[in-house]
């Protein structure tokens, strides 16, 4: 079974820039898709974005395009969430996420991952 850990949430202001690092261990990570998501209070959880086990495909959401950057490191375990231009609305819990299909895509839908993490705050001020 996979573990993740996330690290590198925090406060920052508007326009600043944030890079959110999961560790992952446990059952061979390198062959699956990952993804990230976040929730914000009294909200739904919501795909922000996802990378193949070969770093392709990459997708995101609409709200991130342009401003996030996802990456993955199958040597290290890790996979990168680099978040440029924050806005007060990015502001959530965010989550790394690993895929439940061996070589699947990384799909939007959270049903599509099997394993998360604890989850790390992101605060944007105005």
């Known amino acids: 079974q996979v573990q993740l850990v996330e690290s590198g949430g925090g406060l920052v202001q508007a326009g600043d820039s944030l890079r959110l690092s999961c560790a992952a261990s446990?059952?061979?990570?390198?062959?699956?898709?990952m993804g990230w998501f976040r929730q914000a209070p009294g909200k739904e959880r919501e795909f922000v974005a996802g990378i193949g086990w070969r770093s392709v495909p990459i997708n995101y959401s609409d709200f991130v395009k342009g401003r996030f950057t996802i990456s993955r490191d199958n040597a290290k375990n890790t996979v990168g969430l680099q978040m440029n231009s924050l806005r007060p609305e990015d502001t959530a819990v965010y989550y790394c996420a690993a895929g439940a299909t061996k070589f699947g895509a990384p799909r939007s839908t959270s049903i599509s991952y099997d394993t998360w993490g604890q989850g790390t705050q992101v605060t944007v001020s105005s």
């Open positions: 446990g059952r061979t990570f390198s062959t699956y898709p």
